[in-house]
């Protein structure tokens, strides 16, 4: 890359320093929450299934599992995961290291430990979104506009934030993507892939589907895109791509015939080092199917304008990877009026794109990298809503799945907003630019893309109106629902400042008798010292007319109507006598 000047580096360093900013800010002032605490547990080696199930427990025996563990090595790591989760153990092996350089925080991991990994690997994704951009495209403006979308990506603040393992796989998905890249420039010219690229590749893949299964569908989408741009190569027009090339080509597009067989032999060696990785991991994914670990994300049976819900949050997540405004802002009408303007920003910025993207198509342009990024996003998007639609798992439902296609997003609003011939980014990037920074600081700020559960409003609740010592019960399934007490118990150790006792909790187990755990309750209730306040989390699916009947027995009254936030419904009674 000999055209990359001080001046592209200095911008480079400083679209880093922003992010470095954007990412890291505010990581200890989010509450944690489920998936968030199973990254710790597993990453320290240690198992959900210490903390006792069916019988009251105190606040620092739920938290146990938070506490490093100096016995614990990559055994227990990979052992405790494989057995009790649905992810391969990648990046939980590198946070087991990780985790190892800082100090406890009152005994326990603290949120900065847990999230600023993720956040690092945020950060390391704008420099090699520049690289990405440069190799699909050969153009150092398209690159430095490329990271700087990264560095203020909403989205990716939001992924960034998170104790989990998506920034990782983006790296993987932007390395993978720019190896493709690398081979389509190759095969075009009738040269073989070189031996070090496609080793290279083929480990990318490996280090991929090692840290989160759903790579596979970033695999699948390229290979998508890898057949559209070899049918274009032979003159035949696919998903947009024109067959007519700029006049520094070879006057002749390669036949089948005509290239040479070393060329196919190398991406076919990728193609069977990919599959081979992937299939080492087959017996866990086949495992993992249909649990209730992800019986979530499974919807059968819509109806009406529930059919459109998917389109709608591929498109609402898409948005958010350059616009965000504070949608979750506790002023109702700020919310509403963010929503409308989002909209109307997204609207405007819509004729920029297709004007951008029409250009680009045309001589004397290479329209092959905008080829190449828009057959991948196509792809993706249909391998998204064909698992929705036929598969009835509904990808769109979490955004955070996005990371999948998110690089390719960002690197073809870049080439779509700069202008063919402009040396610089144009004042409507510039623009642009400053929108994204307003929705990165509402990320930050927690004015829109809060956290999936919010266990500090539900402590919150409690301390206000909690009169004696509290018991936190909840119907338990799976590491789930005490990752949702985890959440409960460490706010409260948050905070510190109620004039209340720590409260106890209950996971009563729910098997195939959803009555099972309406016992377990109604022993804890008759065993509690009186008085006390009970607060029932996500008990719902046990028969209401019984641990309604079963409440009144013993002698609990209604105090706290039910209420619900993300990832909670709870509701309070008293129990006097």
Request: with cysteine; aromatic share 10%.
């Amino acid at each position: 890359m000999k055209e990359l000047s001080r001046f592209h580096l200095g911008f480079l360093l400083g679209c880093a320093m922003v992010g470095s900013i954007l990412r890291l800010g505010g990581l200890a002032t989010k509450p944690l929450w489920t998936d968030e605490f199973a990254t710790i547990v597993f990453s320290l080696g240690n198992s959900f299934r210490t903390i006792p199930l069916d019988r009251v427990i105190a606040l620092p025996e739920l938290l146990q599992p938070l506490q490093p563990n100096p016995q614990a090595g990559f055994t227990d790591v990979v052992q405790n995961l494989l057995r009790e989760s649905n992810h391969p153990p990648l990046y939980f092996l590198l946070t087991h290291l990780w985790l190892q350089v800082f100090p406890t925080s009152g005994g326990y991991v603290s949120e900065l430990a847990a999230r600023s990994l993720p956040a690092i690997f945020g950060v390391l994704s704008i420099p090699a979104t520049f690289w990405l951009a440069w190799v699909v495209f050969r153009n150092l403006t398209i690159a430095q506009v490329a990271a700087a979308f990264t560095a203020l990506s909403p989205f990716g603040i939001y992924l960034a934030q998170e104790a989990r393992h998506y920034t990782l796989s983006v790296l993987w998905v932007i390395a993978s993507l720019g190896c493709l890249a690398i081979a389509v420039h190759h095969v075009r010219y009738y040269r073989p892939l070189p031996w070090g690229i496609s080793l290279a590749w083929i480990v990318v893949n490996a280090l991929g589907i090692a840290t989160h299964y759903f790579f596979l569908l970033t695999l699948a989408a390229a290979g998508i895109a890898l057949l559209c741009c070899l049918l274009c190569c032979l003159g035949i027009s696919c998903l947009g791509i024109s067959p007519r090339l700029s006049s520094c080509l070879p006057s002749a597009f390669p036949t089948w015939s005509s290239v040479p067989t070393v060329v196919w032999q190398r991406l076919l060696i990728v193609a069977g080092g990919t599959v081979a990785s992937a299939l080492v991991w087959l017996p866990w994914i086949i495992q993992t199917q249909d649990t209730e670990l992800t019986r979530w994300i499974t919807h059968t049976g819509r109806s009406g304008v529930e059919w459109l819900a998917p389109i709608g949050n591929l498109l609402a997540s898409g948005i958010t990877m350059l616009y965000l405004l504070p949608i979750q802002a506790p002023n109702r009408t700020v919310a509403i009026a963010s929503i409308v303007g989002l909209l109307l920003i997204t609207l405007a910025t819509l004729p920029l794109l297709w004007r951008g993207f029409r250009q680009r198509r045309q001589p004397p342009h290479d329209p092959m990298g905008l080829g190449l990024l828009s057959s991948f996003l196509i792809g993706a998007i249909a391998l998204f809503l064909g698992m929705t639609y036929f598969v009835s798992t509904d990808l769109t439902s979490a955004f955070r799945y996005s990371f999948v296609y998110f690089p390719a997003v960002l690197v073809l609003l870049a080439s779509c907003l700069t202008p063919p011939a402009s040396a610089s980014p144009p004042r409507q990037v510039l623009l642009i630019g400053i929108l994204s920074l307003v929705g990165a600081l509402t990320v930050v700020t927690n004015l829109s893309y809060q956290k999936t559960h919010r266990p500090d409003l539900v402590v919150q609740a409690i301390q206000q109106q909690s009169q004696a010592p509290a018991l936190v019960a909840s119907v338990h399934r799976t590491h789930g629902q005490t990752g949702r007490l985890m959440g409960i118990a460490w706010e409260w150790h948050r905070r510190q400042e109620s004039s209340l006792p720590p409260p106890h909790f209950l996971l009563a187990h729910q098997g195939p008798n959803s009555d099972a755990a309406l016992g377990v309750l109604e022993r804890a209730i008759a065993a509690q010292p009186r008085p006390f306040d009970l607060w029932l989390v996500e008990f719902r699916s046990v028969n209401q007319e019984m641990l309604a009947g079963m409440l009144k027995q013993q002698q609990c009254r209604l105090a706290a109507p039910r209420r619900r936030v993300d990832g909670y419904r709870w509701e309070g009674y008293a129990c006097r006598r």
